[in-house]
Every structure is written in structure tokens, then in C-alpha cells.
């Protein structure tokens, strides 16, 4: 088996145990990694980020989505950054639009 055999095989795994979203990207749905994080008080230095995201596959991933609409679980979010991980995941940085 070849190392990206290996990663893909890893990568469903992950994805399997530990989607908790449907995600639409264009009008289809992909399995999602969505993280909703509380508002940190007094956010100084090594704050984390408090903006919602969702991790999908990149082969899910178009490969310009900043400034699109998708759904998570029926609610719109604009896509406002892409970050690829070189893995085998594409994490996107969301903005609530209603």
C-alpha cells in the first residue's frame, strides 16, 4: 500500500468517527467537521480563534470558495478564508450571514 493510500484510508477514518455536520458546497453535500467555539473573554495573546469552522475533505473543496454561501446543517455561512492543510483537509473559516 502506498503512503497516500495509507492517508486516504486514515483520512475516511477520521471523517467517518468524527463528522458531525452535513455540509453543501454547490449544491452538493459532503460530510463536515464543523466547530462552533465560544466567545473567549479578554481574548490577549494565545486567544484562540472564535470563529466558526468546518473542516471537509479538499477533494470536496472547490478551489476558490472565498466569498461563497454554504450550509451547515441548513444554516448559511460565507466561506471567508480556505485553508488547506496538505493533508488531505481543507478547513473552512466561516462568517454567520443571517
Known amino acids: 500500500m502506498s503512503f497516500l493510500d495509507a492517508q486516504n484510508r486514515l483520512n475516511a477514518s477520521v471523517m467517518n468517527r468524527l463528522k458531525n455536520a452535513s455540509v453543501l458546497i454547490a449544491g452538493v453535500e459532503v460530510p463536515g467537521i464543523f466547530k462552533l467555539p465560544s466567545i473567549v473573554a479578554n481574548g490577549g495573546v494565545g486567544a484562540a480563534d472564535t470563529r466558526?469552522?468546518?473542516q471537509v475533505f479538499t477533494s470536496?473543496?472547490?478551489?476558490?470558495?472565498v466569498d461563497s454561501?454554504?450550509?451547515?446543517d441548513g444554516v448559511p455561512y460565507v466561506v471567508g478564508e480556505r485553508e488547506d492543510s496538505g493533508t488531505g483537509f481543507t478547513t473552512f473559516m466561516l462568517e454567520r450571514t443571517e
Open 60 to 65: 470536496d473543496s472547490p478551489d476558490n470558495p
Open 69 to 72: 454561501v454554504i450550509e451547515i
Open 52 to 54: 466558526p469552522s468546518v
